[in-house]
């Protein structure tokens, strides 16, 4: 079997009057990676421009880091994006999904955590390093945290700093998933996991009001959130109940489906979810700016598929449940 390295290449360009080892030299605009999709626009987009097609063949492999020892058997299936913030490189990596961070400049291991979870974890359907995890700046008097969830689906939240557990998160730092569904599960064989990054990157994304609705990404509602608008038209749907308009007119409405997807409001359960975990206010905050006052703005026979208020003060509370 062919066997991947988790290798992260620090490259140096010589001679190109690139900052050498040990040299800290001013951080550009851009030079981080905070969230799974580098941004909370999820661009995916890095304005870094040292390296370019004239200089691209005097690269030199600066570091790596060999991933083999984290787990029983090294990993085969190496899907992560690693997150960068403050010159600390933040991953998951290896066939127990241990989290490591690691010196930018250099590749050194600054910290590592590893959960055995023994026959739960080899018998979860979502195994290996998985496809990352979320940093959290903090808030308040609470420190910046990863945030990231286990093959035995345990959420785990890690002081940044130390990779300590996070105590006031969960019970010690961990909330079991399996625990807090909302239908029995058997802790050890139940067939749940998960590969993804955790949510709050996601409520991230909502916060700068961009949203994946029905397979599209970064579907941009306005600032606050226009709940007639179907973005990918332009069009603009009647102040009015739907019962009065021709929903089946795209000229009218454009897609309705996007509307209406938006106007289901599932996305407040990720805001609560995101609260509940990190007791951020931004995405209580959140909650109120795009609902309570549209709601005022838009009544419930003229906002189109709209709920009672307190449906949608149900969603929150089902966020924080789950």
């Known amino acids: 079997m062919r066997r991947f390295l988790l290798a992260f290449l620090a490259v140096t360009l010589v001679p190109a009057g690139v900052a050498l080892r040990g040299q800290q030299p001013s951080k550009p605009k851009g030079a981080e990676w905070p969230t799974y999709g ?7 987009y890095s304005p870094l421009d040292q390296i370019t097609k004239d200089n691209f063949k005097t690269l030199e492999v600066a570091w790596r880091f ?26 998951v990596a290896g066939t127990r999904r241990a989290v490591v961070a ?7 291991m600054l ?17 290996l390093s998985g496809r990352g995890l979320s940093y959290w700046p903090g808030s308040g008097g609470d420190g910046p945290r990863v945030v990231y969830v286990t093959p035995g689906y345990q959420m785990i939240a890690l002081d940044a700093k130390t990779g300590q557990l996070a105590s006031g998160f969960g019970r010690k730092g961990i909330v079991d998933l399996k625990e807090e569904d909302d239908q029995p599960i058997d802790l050890e064989k139940g067939e749940m996991g998960l590969h993804a990054t955790p949510i709050i990157a996601k409520a991230n994304r ?4 961009k949203f994946d609705l029905l397979g599209l990404r970064d579907l941009s509602f306005g600032d606050p959130i ?23 007119d795209p000229a009218i409405i454009g897609d309705k489906k996007i509307v209406w997807e938006l106007n289901r409001q599932q996305h407040f359960a990720t805001l609560g979810q995101a609260f509940w975990l990190t007791g951020d206010e931004r995405y209580a905050q959140a909650f109120v700016a795009q609902h ?3 709601y005022v703005d838009y009544p419930p026979r ?4 709209s709920f009672s208020l307190d449906q949608v003060l149900s969603k929150l509370q089902e966020g924080a449940r789950q």
Request: glycine share 10%; aromatic share 8%.
């Open 38 to 44: 580098g941004d909370l626009a999820s661009t995916r």
């Open 66 to 91: 060999k991933s083999d020892a984290l787990g029983p058997r090294p990993e085969f299936n190496f899907q992560a994006t690693p997150l960068m913030v403050n010159g600390v490189v933040y991953t």
């Open 102 to 108: 690691l010196d930018a400049a250099t590749g050194e």
């Open 111 to 127: 910290w590592m955590h590893s959960e055995n979870e023994g026959k739960r974890g080899e018998a979860a359907p979502r195994q």
């Open 206 to 209: 909502m916060l700068a009001g």
């Open 226 to 248: 226009d709940w007639h608008l179907e973005p990918m038209s332009g069009k603009r749907a009647p102040r009015a109940h739907w019962s009065r308009l021709n929903y089946l």
């Open 292 to 294: 309570l006052q549209t």
């Open 302 to 305: 003229q906002k189109p598929g």
